[in-house]
């Protein structure tokens, strides 16, 4: 389903932008502008070094074939001994000049000849060309290990989890929105945004060492550059046309993949192996699995032969590209229109060009996608945060109230909350009792401001909740929810990050611990928790006490307790429950809760139906008006009774 | 490290022998065509500077050029035929031992470990080791024929070349190998950071840490962790470029020897212009190789843990079928004589000489609280574990003489964490027994017993999000489909694990009244929390340190004022008074 609606998205945003392709352009441009500043921001004096690293590389072969002509020339020199090209060496101005006057110093040294110095000359200049490559291939690699993949990296991680944390917590009810935050983490993790800086940069580079190799070659023969490249362009056509099919088949297959994978994941997980053994249905799974995986296999193969093929006839083509090139330099050779040296120094160079081309053709085709990750990243980051109120508020209020209070899910069809109206006094404990999806859990979440309303409002002694700074809200709230988490840190963590100030206070959690039925859990304080990082593991119950733990940590005065018992066993569930009432008698508290007999012990119970109140008023009244709540309590003591009655 | 090479080929070449040996024949002979273009180039180059016959010479250097791309075609559609018989034979025969394996293997980390590996679909990975060990061997003939070609040339320079090589080899593979053993080391941070990250993304989590103020907190874990990663990142990559370095001077070094030996040969005229270029031209892939063979190397080598996974998965002894016993005894229902049982590698005994027996037609609730050994009776009873002593018989057999079609034949089970099959509601039900799918009746039947009717309506839609019209159940939903595959195909024997753990207890007792009419006339165990599905079963069994505490109806256990009395009085305290004032 979320694929289908992202696919949607897509549509949209491409029907939207299909008009104005310049406008794209521009922001595709201006996505490239935020991700360099962005580079140079987080990775400083790194984001430098690595684009450095490859302008130089770009110009490196030329650089190489320059050098190995001359080197090969001096030695065809020497071996037909003929002054052709000595003469030619010579004449060609400033630098030569200042070649043959170091190579005179060390014809002097080594005692032979001007040409063998010039030889040992060249010798000398190769060496130090690797030798700065290879410093330069150093430093760049750091740069872009370091500075660009890790630094940045790191820093869109956070920026990342930071914005999660800002926004309101409704958007994660969005599927849109939950979609977007997918994209954007998929984005981070697999690095495309480093990999987009790099990639631009690797095509400037590949696109340098194409012009500098061209001209090189150019200045020998004008006939071979364009012999070069053309013979390279069926890759161009190869990578447009199989990329395009791939795209197209990976998109029809994925129905077919992921019915694959599922029922693979069915015949390989745990849990589902155990069942099919015992029923006996594991065939009838392995035939549902082969049928889509057949299908998937057979259209890769047929997809992976003929790319093969493509692959062969291009590179069939590029080899006679190279060749003619080859053919017809080794024919003007002859002529005497280039010399030896040369021959020689092109014969690699061809090689070198036609893979620099081909690279460039292959990476460019990319960037786009990484753009659009990029694009992705960065629209989340644009999402609008939530709004802090600035009402001031010292103390925690005398009462709570809720008026017409309406509140809807993103897309939900009905109100979660209708039109509700309540007034929570400072001390007193509520139990919400109801179907599941009555709303209980979204009411207080709406009294702990967690969400907006969508109608009606929350009054915190007749201020509106939105509007009060959320910090003066937040510290006199505390909650154990039903689906409470488990802090993957240390047990210490656990319990205190309710209260992160007194997290230190060792008596005080071993205290809270007590409270909640730990008294007697073997692990430090500081051990970490959890198998994923090399802890125990606890078993559910154990959980659910270091979250009640957690909850009465925080020393608030409003208690939000959605089902905080539901993984205990029933003998611990009244201990706890009952513990509860004791250490809570002075607070606040709302409680939803199945377990309607702790009604009796609350000061007024609230039942909910299909997001309305139903009826309010202490245990008492409410079993005596025979009522909703009537009918829920004696269906749950109906067992007891009966069993009561019997013995009786 | 050799050993799982050669287990690697087996695997390969066991679903395909004849493209797999050919690519790897493919692989060498292009290797080996490298050098010798070098050889082909010289007499080409003497031809072209003396001017004399260049025309042949040409011709076989681009042919040779031509035969490379040539076999460099085949060997791409050899590969296309080796993946293809790996992704459809080698799963296939992955899933065949998953079906055979004895469940502790799924329960035990190490093994568990191994099969998560191998579940996730090793084909592709399998057969790029494969390529790339066959891309090694191709890099070392090249390696070897240029060693031959600058032989020729001079003795010093083999001799260099292959000092180079090995050198620069090591230092790569040193480099890479730390890198590598880094990322490893830091995985634990990673998988923090990533965890870490994740709770600041979490829909719940960010409720709870809202409340708490503590989302500052936790964003300085993060920064704190991640500080460390960058830190020992920038260690680590400072000594694998020293390494790299090292290397790279070797280069250097082995191009400076090989050019001065060639000036001093050509100036002491003992060399052709041809041999010159040709070698010299040929310099910088003769020093490439060392970088890719090292870089394969270290793929290689790091990779190669897989094959050992899957190796080990091999090696898993699968499970004993049924043996039929001489006779048969009178011991009727369903018995645990004398049974105790201790988990593999753990010395404490979850079951503890536990006896006792449930009856033909009887339904007998487990109860007892967590950890006392309800949930291995069961796991025991499924015959997915094996008692460490004494024997469980069914029907009077013991349960080991079962095939284990036989024994899902006879007994019916819904775990607690049951599958949520994205199938049709009839297939998930049906899957109980798949001869009767087209039996509307036995359909309707299961589902009644279930209390879930309603999905009479919708037998054919499929569930789960599969399907693009499929649809989403409830969690109480997908448990009510669970039990109706239990009480599928009339089954003499059904097992109840927490059957209302994810329904509404407004709808419990509705299923509570459905199971007492089901059952009527099977024999059944129903494991529960809540004391109320106690009441409608006939005994009721109360373990305790994996023993049989306490055995009776629910009077007699009531009257016996012991643990049940306790538990059932602690439950329903929350009702009594308000019984009485009602």
Redesign the interface.
């Known amino acids: ?1 979320s694929g ?1 609606m992202r696919e949607g998205e897509r549509e949209k945003g491409r029907k939207r932008t299909k008009g104005k392709a310049t406008e794209e352009g521009r922001e595709k441009r201006f996505i490239l502008g935020r991700i360099f500043s962005m580079t140079l921001k987080s990775s400083g004096i790194y984001g430098v070094l690595a684009p450095l690293y490859y302008l130089a590389e770009g110009l490196f072969p030329a650089a ?1 074939t320059v050098l ?1 002509a001359e ?2 020339d001096r ?2 020199a ?3 001994g003929s002054g052709e090209a000595a003469a030619r060496l010579s004449g060609s101005g400033e630098a030569a000049a200042r070649l043959s006057e170091s190579g005179g110093k060390i014809s002097g040294l080594l005692g ?1 000849g001007e040409a ?1 110095a010039r ?2 000359l ?2 000398g200049l ?2 130090g060309l ?2 700065v490559r ?1 410093v330069l ?2 430093t760049g ?2 740069a872009i ?2 500075g660009v993949y ?2 940045l990296s ?1 820093f869109l ?2 920026k ?3 914005k ?2 800002r926004l309101p ?1 409704l958007a ?2 969005d599927a849109k929105v939950h979609n977007q ?1 997918l994209r954007a ?1 998929e984005c981070v993790k697999q690095e495309q945004i480093s990999g987009a800086y790099m990639l631009s940069i690797v095509l400037f580079s590949c696109l340098l060492g194409v012009t500098a190799s061209g001209t090189v070659l150019a200045s020998y023969s004008l006939l071979i550059v364009p012999l070069a490249g053309i013979s390279v362009l069926p890759h161009f056509v190869r990578v447009r046309v199989l990329g395009k099919a791939f795209y197209q088949m990976q998109k029809e297959q994925t ?1 077919s993949r ?2 694959a994978d ?1 029922f ?19 065939g ?1 799974m ?1 035939e549902k ?2 049928a889509e ?2 299908r998937v ?1 057979k259209e ?2 047929h997809y ?2 003929r ?2 093929r493509y ?2 006839w291009c ?2 083509l590029q ?1 006679a590209g ?2 003619i090139s ?2 017809l330099t ?1 024919y003007l ?2 002529q005497g229109q280039i010399s ?2 040369e ?3 092109c ?2 160079a061809y090689s070198r060009l036609q893979d620099k081309v081909r690279e460039f053709l292959a990476e460019s085709g990319k960037l786009q996608e990484k753009l659009r990750f990029a694009e992705d990243y960065f629209s989340f980051m644009a999402l609008a945060e939530e709004k802090d109120g600035e009402t001031r508020l010292g103390h925690f209020p005398e009462e709570i109230r809720l008026e017409n209070l309406s509140f809807r899910y993103p897309g939900g069809a009905y109100p979660a909350v209708d039109e509700v109206n309540l007034t929570i006094r400072k001390g007193e404990s509520l139990v919400i009792v109801g ?2 999806g009555s709303g209980k859990t979204t009411l207080t ?1 709406l009294i ?1 401001g ?1 969400y907006p309303p969508e109608k009606g409002q929350v009054l915190w002694e007749g201020k509106r909740l939105q509007e009060i700074r ?2 003066d809200a ?2 006199w ?3 154990i ?1 039903q ?3 488990r ?3 240390t047990l210490r963590e656990n319990v205190g ?4 100030e007194k997290m230190g206070d060792d008596r005080r959690i071993r205290q809270s611990l007590k409270e909640a039925g730990l008294e007697s859990l073997k692990e430090e304080l500081d051990d970490v928790v959890g198998k ?3 802890g125990r593991d606890f ?1 559910g ?1 154990q959980w659910q006490r270091i979250a009640i733990a957690r909850g009465l940590f ?1 020393p608030g005065e409003l208690f939000l307790l959605d089902e905080p018992t539901s993984a205990l ?3 611990l569930e ?1 201990e706890i429950l009952q513990k509860f009432l004791q250490v809570l008698k002075e607070k606040t508290c709302i409680i939803v809760s ?5 009604c ?1 012990y609350a000061d007024r119970v609230v039942v909910m139906k299909k997001g309305k109140i139903k009826e309010v008023g202490s ?2 009244e409410l ?2 008006r025979k009522g909703e709540y ?1 009918k ?2 004696n ?10 009655v ?2 009786l | 490290m050799f050993r799982s090479i050669l287990w690697l080929f087996k695997i390969i070449l066991s679903h395909e022998k004849k493209y797999a040996c050919l690519e790897m024949v493919l692989m060498l002979v292009a290797g080996v065509l490298a050098p010798a273009s070098v050889l082909l180039l010289s007499q080409l180059i003497d031809a072209a500077a003396k001017g004399g016959l260049w025309v042949y010479p040409l011709i076989l250097y681009i042919g040779t050029l031509f035969v490379r791309e040539g076999i460099l075609a085949l060997r791409r559609f050899c590969g296309a035929r080796v993946l293809y018989a790996l992704g459809t034979k080698l799963p296939e025969e992955i899933i065949h031992r998953f079906d055979r394996l004895p469940h502790r293997f799924f329960e035990e980390s190490g093994s568990r470990d191994v099969l998560e590996q191998v579940a996730g679909k090793p084909s592709a990975q399998l057969y790029e080791l494969y390529q790339n060990i066959g891309l090694i061997l191709s890099d070392a003939a090249s390696a070897a024929g240029y060693l031959f070609v600058v032989g020729q040339v001079h003795w010093l320079l083999s001799a260099g070349y292959l000092f180079f090589l090995l050198f620069n080899m090591g230092m790569s593979f040193r480099a890479m190998r730390g890198m590598a053993d880094l990322y490893d080391a830091q995985t634990g941070s990673e998988r923090r950071m990533d965890y870490l990250g994740g709770l600041l993304s979490d829909r719940d989590a960010l409720a709870e840490l809202k409340t708490f103020q503590a989302v500052p907190y936790l964003v300085g874990l993060w920064r704190e962790t991640a500080d460390k990663v960058i830190r020992q990142r920038l260690e680590g990559t400072g000594r694998a470029q020293a390494a790299y370095g090292a290397a790279y001077g070797a280069g250097i070094l082995w191009m400076g020897l090989l050019a001065a030996v060639m000036v001093e040969l050509l100036t002491a005229g003992r060399l052709g212009i041809g041999t010159f270029i040709s070698v010299l031209n040929g310099a910088a892939s003769l020093t490439g190789l060392a970088g890719t063979l090292s870089g394969y190397g270290s793929t290689v080598s790091r990779r190669l843990s897989l094959v050992n996974q899957y190796r080990l998965f091999a090696e898993f002894k699968e499970a004993a079928g049924g043996f039929e016993l001489p006779g048969s005894c009178s011991l009727s229902g369903i018995v645990f004589a004398d049974v105790s049982f201790a988990y593999p590698g753990s010395s404490r005994k979850v079951l503890d000489h536990l006896c006792f027996q449930v009856r033909p037609g009887e339904t007998l609730a487990l109860v007892g609280e967590n950890g006392a050994g309800k949930s291995t009776v069961l796991k025991l009873l499924c015959r997915l574990y094996e008692p460490t002593e004494g024997k469980i018989f069914l029907d009077g057999r013991d349960i080991r003489s079962f095939s284990r079609g036989e024994l899902g034949r006879r007994m019916g089970v819904a775990f607690q964490d049951f599958f949520r099959y994205s199938l049709t509601v009839r297939e998930n039900v049906a899957l109980g027994n798949l001869d009767l799918l087209g039996d509307e009746k036995a359909l309707e039947r299961a589902l009644l017993g279930a209390k879930a009717e309603e999905f009479q309506e919708c037998l054919d839609v499929p569930l789960g999000k599969l399907e693009e019209d499929g649809r989403d159940f409830s969690g109480g939903q997908w448990q009510r489909l669970a039990v109706a595959r239990a009480l599928f195909g009339e089954k003499p024997y059904i097992i109840l694990d927490e059957p209302t753990a994810a329904i509404d207890p407004a709808a419990e007792s509705g299923m509570y009244e459905a199971f007492r009419q089901s059952l009527k006339g099977r024999t059944g165990i129903v494991v529960s929390h809540r004391l109320a599905s106690a009441a409608f079963s006939d005994r009721i069994l109360v373990l305790e340190h994996g023993q049989a505490a306490e055995l009776g109806t629910h009077q007699e256990l009531l009257a016996k004022k012991g643990i049940y009395a306790h538990m059932w009085q602690v439950q329903s305290r929350w009702y009594e008074k308000g019984d009485g004032e009602g």
């Open positions: 389903m289908k190489e190995y080197f090969f030695a065809a020497w071996v037909l032979g063998a030889l040992w060249c010798v190769l060496a690797y030798l290879s291939a150093i690699s750091i290990n370091i890790e630094k790191a991680k956070e990342l989890a930071e999660c944390s917590l994660f009810e935050c983490e129905v992921r019915k599922y693979w994941q069915t015949l390989t997980m745990p849990g589902s192996v155990r069942e099919l053994r015992m029923t006996g249905a594991s009838y392995e699995w082969a995986n057949g296999q890769l193969d992976r032969r790319e093969a692959a062969s590179a069939a080899t190279t060749g080859i053919g080794v050779a002859v030896i040296g021959l020689g120094a014969i690699s179907e599941n979440r702990a967690l959320r910090e937040a510290r709230i505390s909650m929810d689906r409470f988490i802090y993957l840190l990050i309710s209260f992160v994923l990082f090399g078993s119950g925080r066993d029933p003998v009244a199945h377990r309607v007999g702790l009796r245990h008492e079993y005596a009537w829920i309590y269906s749950q003591s109906q067992w007891y009774q009966q069993a009561d019997t013995e």
